[in-house]
């Protein structure tokens, strides 16, 4: 390949920031692009090349350069090139280059597998994506009154999950060869009592199909009558496709509706499903005891607007029957509340559901008129043991802070500042709404949760930009600071600092952190007592996708009730697994303690 040949391919990948609707992109092994990229940059510096006459064993000062694409790397099964493994990261273990490129990478240099994907639109927002994990469908066709979905013939259709479901049938019926004449309809079949699916005008998303689940394509008999019995046999109304999607025909529980995107407020939305699937908090809201907590008269609240505003949001969610709601007044609420929130550009999910939750404890604090409350005496507070100075600190905060929200969401930290001089330490005692804790770097981009919590919660000496007044030896020292969990709340919510920002650079952290989905044991990081041993099941996700400047929020919940893992997505909302919960999107983990 000549340099020029080089330059022309480069020019294609710069492409990838705005892929077409239709075109087919493939996944190249990041490590092996990267050295394909040194190569060439080095033969421009050098101005030299020269190319083995066996066709593509090039080789100069930089040495031989690799004649196969490694994509079995990728891949979780050889054989099957959809089957790609989870927790890998575009930028680092793959890069993703249209067709051309592909096309005469693999002529020059060989290897494989090919992995395509599809350029696909969104329906919200009309936005062309590529996307890397369309649904794949085990499909059967039932011709007789007789059938059995196991042993039937099985084809296998590669849909995206935007395709509406009439596409789909034209699909299954093309794989089968049955006729565009014949009356046909789909059966989502991924339990043992298929649903049949009625509106054919909605995307697989919306009617919460998942990938690789049983699709039965069910085709009249030659009277033109069907196989199978069902009552909603013909097409229901609107409002009854609504209701039938999302709530009493499957026998699914409540909550289960979207939320609308105005403009760029996924990061509201994704925010806002975790927390309605807090359960305590919204059957608090839900049972209209809220009301009677409602504190007109606090300077630092809303007068109740905040917490009405978000008590309707949850009744629309819980107890209506549309598909998806707007959370837009909840929004101009929270805009008033914090200015920053008030437009419609992307923003941080974590400081808007910090916004949140201070303003819904400001609504919602029983204590009506805020008692003056004096600091400590310093000296006395040195000479009295830890656990009464923690419960002198945490009376202190209940006397101007009772609320749902301080029941639930708080707890409190255990601040040590160490004198170098001394070596004596200063103990203070913080509530705290929820962990920030640090993603440390590693070369294989895997870390566990326990991990950020030991990052977390160790030593760290301050800066020479801030100086400590040691109390001991009366001078400004380099001193370190220490924080240690105390009391631990009844629910945890835990962000992952992924993004980072200094005055020249900005970045996000997308190391996979191992989150335990159930069983998360804090007893050893506890250093105060506690309630109840504090165990922890994760319950919900708020997950960031893409890179710093944007990127799209996402939310995976686990319904109380059913014990489901759901998939909220803006304004659908669909079956998740419980294998995709953890992933490298993390960025707000929710967690509720096993109270018993």
């Not at 200094?502 to 309630?531: C, F």
Request: glycine share 6%; hydrophobic share 35%.
């Amino acid at each position: 390949m000549s340099l020029e040949e080089y330059t022309s391919l480069q020019r294609e990948l710069d492409r990838h920031f705005n892929p077409e609707e239709g075109e087919t992109w493939y996944f190249v092994e990041g490590e092996w692009l990267r050295t394909w990229h040194a190569y060439y940059r080095a033969q421009s510096e050098d101005a030299a090349m020269d190319t083995s006459s066996d066709g593509g064993k090039e080789t100069n000062g930089c040495g031989l350069f690799p004649q196969a694409i490694p994509n079995e790397k990728l891949l979780k099964d050889v054989d099957d090139h959809y089957s790609v493994r989870r927790g890998l990261l575009e930028g680092v273990d793959y890069d993703l280059v249209p067709e051309s490129v592909w096309t005469k990478l693999q002529q020059l240099y060989g290897g494989g597998p090919e992995i395509p994907r599809q350029a696909v639109r969104v329906p919200d927002g009309g936005k062309i994506i590529i996307e890397l994990a369309p649904f794949r469908l085990q499909c059967v066709c039932q011709k007789e009154a007789s059938f059995s979905v196991q042993r039937a013939e099985t084809e296998r259709v590669v849909v995206s999950k935007y395709t509406l479901i009439k596409e789909l049938k034209k699909q299954i019926m093309k794989a089968f060869h049955i006729s565009p004449s014949r009356r046909t309809r789909l059966w989502d079949a991924l339990s043992d009592q298929p649903t049949f699916l009625a509106d054919e005008d909605v995307s697989l998303e919306e009617a919460r199909l998942i990938d690789q689940q049983n699709i039965i394509l069910e085709v009249a008999n030659d009277a033109g009558e069907w196989l199978r019995s069902e009552e909603r046999a013909t097409k229901p109304t609107e409002n009854a496709v609504a209701v039938q999607r999302y709530n009493f025909s499957r026998g699914e529980p409540a909550g289960l509706v979207g939320l609308h995107n105005l403009g760029n407020t996924c990061f509201m939305n994704s925010a806002l499903q975790c927390l309605s699937h807090t359960p305590e908090l919204t059957s608090f809201f839900l049972t209209k005891q809220y009301r009677k907590e409602i504190n007109p008269t606090n300077p630092i609240g809303t007068g109740g607007k905040l917490a009405k505003s978000y008590g309707e949001l949850l009744k629309q969610l819980w107890e209506g029957s549309a598909s998806s709601v707007t959370a837009r007044d909840l929004k101009v609420v929270i805009g008033k509340l914090a200015p920053r929130f008030s437009g419609f550009g992307q923003q941080d999910a974590q400081e808007l559901l910090g916004y949140l939750l201070d303003g819904l404890h400001e609504d919602l604090n029983r204590v009506l008129e805020k008692p003056y409350v004096e600091d400590p005496d310093e000296d006395e507070e040195l000479t009295i043991p830890e656990t009464e100075a923690a419960e002198n600190s945490w009376e202190r905060h209940r006397a101007r802070n009772q609320s749902i929200i301080v029941d639930l969401f708080q707890g409190q930290l255990r601040s040590k500042v160490t004198c170098p001089v001394t070596g004596k330490s200063s103990i203070t005692f913080d509530p705290f709404m929820y962990l920030s804790l640090p993603i440390p770097d590693t070369l294989d981009r895997r870390v566990t949760l326990l991990d950020c919590l030991e990052k977390y919660t160790e030593d760290e000496e301050l800066g020479k930009n801030d100086l400590w007044r040691s109390p001991f030896c009366k001078k400004l020292v380099q001193a370190k600071k220490k924080f240690d969990l105390w009391k631990l709340p009844r629910y945890l919510i835990i962000h992952l600092k992924r993004f980072q920002f200094d005055r020249w650079h900005r970045n996000k952290i997308e190391t996979y952190v191992e989150a335990p989905k159930v069983g998360l044991d804090l007893s050893d990081y506890a250093m105060g007592p506690q309630e109840v041993k504090p165990v922890y099941d994760l319950y919900g996700v708020s997950n960031h996708s893409g890179w710093l400047s944007g990127g799209h929020y996402t939310a995976m919940v686990k319904h109380a009730d059913d014990g489901q893992w759901y998939y909220f997505n803006d304004s659908s909302v669909s079956r998740g697994r419980e294998s995709d919960v953890v992933s490298a999107a993390n960025y707000l983990l929710f967690y509720k303690r096993r109270d018993g």
